[in-house]
């Protein structure tokens, strides 16, 4: 009778290891280490595309989505040149606006680049466990001072260079002249930073989406093994 009882323990505890063996096989085990680097590749990468893709010439003023309108806190001075004809001139302005944006995502990279060098091993932890936008709510908390700083000057300088600052000043002026209405003073340089630096966490919090969501986004080893629907973090 012990033998039989001890021959069933034996066979259950067999079982029970060649089933979790199983289990463990079928599992996708991600260490800490593989989990912060596979994080980082892929911020590398959302980060690189969303940049490459915004600096290229005519996507902000051809996407209506990205395109970067007229002030609309003051709307009514676009709405009241277009009344007296002069439509072309609001229009040229909004061109020149989006040309400035684009111009200046080539300083993004080196600040997104020196987030993720910075980041720890908490930051990491919140980011792979939170939602969809995590890793773009951790640069905008990182970096929108930083990108501020560094897009203004370029923004400010390309404005002048294409004259939006001139077509701006002469929009404002012939505003300012009508009767009866209050003037206007924006600063246009800071206005344009501002909407350049929304779009581009726009366009990061897609490709995070992307690198998340869709195996197809994930375009390496690293990346596939974090990011898998069976991924377990150790």
């Known amino acids: 009778m012990k033998k039989i009882l001890i021959l069933t323990v034996m066979s259950i505890f067999l079982f029970s290891c060649e089933q979790i063996e199983k289990g463990l ?14 994080l980082k590749e892929a911020l590398s990468v959302g980060t ?5 893709y915004l600096k290229q010439p005519g996507t902000f003023y051809n996407n209506p989505s990205l395109r970067i309108p007229f002030p609309p806190e003051i709307n009514y001075v676009a709405e009241k040149l277009n009344q007296i004809g002069l439509s072309s001139l609001v229009d040229k302005f909004i061109k020149t606006m989006n040309e400035a944006a684009e111009k200046s995502m080539e300083k993004a990279l080196p600040i997104f680049t020196q987030a993720i060098k910075e980041m720890t091993i908490s930051d990491a932890k919140n980011i792979i466990k939170g939602g969809n936008n995590a890793a773009t709510q951790y640069f905008q908390s990182k970096t929108s001072q930083s990108l501020f700083q560094a897009f203004i000057p370029i923004i400010k300088g390309t404005l002048e260079q294409v004259q939006a600052t001139k077509y701006w000043t002469e929009i404002t002026t012939k505003y300012n002249t009508l009767p009866g209405v209050k003037p206007v003073n924006t600063d246009l340089s800071a206005y344009v930073t501002e909407q350049a630096i929304n779009r581009l966490f726009t366009k990061i919090a897609e490709e995070e989406t992307k690198i998340r969501t869709d195996v197809n986004a994930r375009t390496s080893d690293i990346l596939k093994k974090v990011f898998a629907s069976n991924a377990i973090i150790l």
């Open 48 to 52: 690189n595309n969303a940049v490459n």
């Open 25 to 38: 096989k079928q599992q996708n085990i991600v260490t800490e280490t593989e989990a912060i680097n596979g």
